[in-house]
């Protein structure tokens, strides 16, 4: 899966640009506009990276970063700072707050993308719990699966296609978990838009048709596994272990 970086500017121009060249090599970005912003993605979303900028109105990139290593997801969060400042107390700053290191402006993007990835290369990837996102129409279902996994998994639980669909264009996931009779919605196809906008997010398709069936009939939509209703919770358990090691 790709890497996840969230990229922090007041400035729409600067934060446009670094977007660009880290989506142009194929890494997951999402942009926040001021400090606070931020602080509510880290806390909402998994991040392998923060990129901040240091002068911003209301809250610095330093106060910013002290809210966020508040967080449980932020307290090891791997952070490079964006600065136009080249001073040495600027740089002792950015080494007092832990950061990783810093760039200056205005942007190179040879520069950019070389720290990048050495922060990736350096830095073990972040310790936290995976997320399976389950989609289906049985609520109880729903629950009796989240009971069962959730000691193993950061476990979302959606009763609609719509839902499912606003869960993962706000958030990250690691796992979409979908019953197959959610597949159409509102004549649209759900596992194609999925497969559109997340085409390495792994899907376990859960169905109670004939399964070869079911393969045959999404063989170009490279769902990963598939599972006869009424689904184990263990079988399913067992399925996302195998799913999610190929990941780490």
Same mark, same amino acid.
């Given at each position: 899966?790709?890497?996840?970086?969230?990229?922090?500017?007041?400035?729409?121009?600067?934060?446009?640009?670094?977007?660009?060249?880290?989506?142009?090599? /194929?890494?997951?970005?999402?942009?926040?506009?001021?400090?606070?912003?931020? @602080?509510?993605?880290?806390?909402?979303?998994?991040?392998?990276?923060?990129?901040?900028?240091?002068?911003?109105?209301?809250?610095? /990139?330093?106060?910013?970063?002290?809210?966020? %290593?508040?967080?449980?997801?932020?307290?090891?969060?791997?952070?490079?700072?964006?600065?136009? %400042?080249?001073?040495? #107390?600027?740089?002792?700053?950015?080494?007092?707050?832990?950061?990783? /290191?810093?760039?200056?402006?205005?942007?190179?993007?040879?520069?950019?993308? /070389?720290?990048?990835?050495?922060?990736?290369?350096?830095?073990?990837?972040?310790?936290?719990?995976?997320?399976?996102?389950?989609?289906?129409?049985?609520?109880?279902?729903?629950?009796?699966?989240?009971?069962?996994?959730?000691?193993?998994?950061?476990? @979302?639980?959606?009763? *609609?296609?719509?839902?499912?669909?606003?869960?993962?264009?706000?958030? *990250?996931?690691?796992?979409?978990?979908?019953? #197959?009779?959610?597949?159409?919605?509102?004549?649209?196809?759900?596992?194609?838009?999925?497969?559109?906008?997340?085409?390495?997010?792994?899907?376990?398709?859960?169905?109670?048709?004939?399964?070869?069936?079911?393969?045959? %009939?999404?063989?170009?939509?490279?769902?990963?596994?598939?599972?006869? %209703?009424?689904?184990?919770?263990?079988?399913?358990?067992?399925?996302?272990?195998?799913?999610?090691?190929?990941? #780490?």
């Amino acid at each position: 899966m790709a890497k996840r970086i969230l990229v922090v500017d007041d400035d729409m121009m600067c934060l446009k640009t670094v977007q660009k060249y880290l989506a142009d090599e /194929g890494y997951e970005v999402v942009g926040a506009l001021s400090g606070m912003q931020a @602080i509510h993605i880290v806390q909402e979303a998994k991040v392998d990276l923060l990129l901040l900028d240091i002068e911003m109105p209301a809250m610095s /990139g330093f106060s910013a970063l002290e809210q966020v %290593r508040l967080l449980p997801n932020g307290k090891h969060l791997p952070t490079i700072f964006f600065t136009g %400042r080249q001073d040495r #107390d600027t740089v002792k700053c950015c080494a007092a707050a832990g950061a990783e /290191g810093y760039i200056t402006k205005p942007v190179e993007k040879n520069m950019l993308l /070389g720290q990048v990835k050495e922060v990736f290369l350096r830095c073990p990837a972040q310790q936290g719990e995976q997320t399976v996102l389950i989609a289906d129409q049985d609520v109880e279902f729903l629950k009796q699966l989240k009971l069962h996994l959730r000691k193993h998994y950061k476990v @979302i639980v959606v009763n *609609s296609g719509k839902s499912a669909m606003d869960y993962l264009n706000k958030h *990250s996931a690691d796992v979409i978990v979908l019953d #197959d009779s959610m597949r159409e919605e509102n004549g649209e196809s759900l596992l194609k838009e999925i497969r559109q906008n997340w085409s390495s997010l792994p899907i376990v398709l859960m169905s109670g048709e004939n399964i070869e069936e079911v393969k045959e %009939r999404c063989q170009e939509l490279s769902v990963s596994a598939y599972l006869s %209703r009424p689904v184990n919770p263990e079988v399913l358990l067992q399925t996302l272990q195998h799913l999610l090691s190929k990941l #780490d």
